[in-house]
């Protein structure tokens, strides 16, 4: 019915929703993000304090704690990047280019995610090429992309089951995959997957892809799901690489 009503229409209903819905987050999404900055704000201030407390009452304990309190910091900072992310989703999108090493940006995720996939039964697996060259990409940006995507298969997964995330290059790009054993996206979805707020776990918030997708079309990469013939999900991301190799970050 929609195809008969476009054409008479002369226009396509298809980009007129996504238009609808870019609108309804440019409106959104700043809300959200002063939501969210004021109890970022009250952790910070907090942790700064725990932290002078910890080194009143038990300076022995300083360094024992350093390295978790160091963690915190990180990821509010992180956090607080995200939202600075959600305001550019916004309007025009900016990225930080520098030259990032893939295999350090997945590292990292990884040893995000580990515990809470650990305590699931689930084992996180990366099978990095050890020839990749270097990206000139936004780094942070890069982080929360495969955040998202292992994030999304994790609550795929759900408990007792295996990760792999995959990167090799390929002609002018590198190729990275996420792959899952959870019970693979519903066929009548793909095109839908990616949309802001679809989805079809209870735990997911459905912006988690749309902003990947964001991130990764704004660095002139394409990402696509997939099932894997095996069963699970199949998400690849194609980012372009550099004609002239930067160095090695």
């Known amino acids: ?73 990180g990821e509010l900072h992180r956090l607080e990047n995200l939202v600075r992310q959600f305001l550019r989703l916004a309007g025009p999108s900016a990225l930080a280019l520098a030259p990032v090493n893939i295999e350090k940006v997945i590292g990292h995720v990884q040893a995000l995610l580990r515990p809470e996939a650990a305590a699931r039964g689930i084992e996180i697996i990366t099978r990095i090429d050890d020839k990749l060259p270097p990206l000139l990409a936004d780094a942070g940006q890069l982080t929360q992309v495969f955040l998202n995507l292992i994030i999304n298969a994790v609550q795929a997964i759900g408990r007792n089951g295996q990760i792999e995330v995959l990167a090799r290059p390929s002609t002018g790009c590198m190729s990275i995959e996420v792959r899952d054993s959870g019970s693979g996206l519903p066929a009548g979805k793909l095109n839908a997957i990616f949309d802001p707020y679809f989805t079809t776990k209870p735990e997911g918030s459905g912006l988690g892809l749309w902003i990947a997708q964001q991130i990764v079309t704004a660095h002139g990469g394409v990402i696509q799901a997939g099932n894997a013939p095996t069963g699970g999900a199949v998400f690849s991301v194609r980012l372009p690489l550099p004609e002239k190799e930067p160095p090695r970050g």
């Open 1 to 73: 019915m929609e195809e008969p009503l476009a054409r008479a229409l002369g226009q396509d209903l298809t980009q007129l929703a996504a238009a609808e819905k870019q609108l309804l987050l440019s409106r959104l999404l700043p809300q959200m993000a002063h939501e969210i900055r004021n109890p970022l704000s009250s952790l910070d201030i907090h942790v700064q304090l725990l932290e002078e407390d910890l080194a009143e009452v038990a300076p022995q304990a300083t360094d024992r704690f350093a390295g978790r309190l160091e963690i915190i910091h």
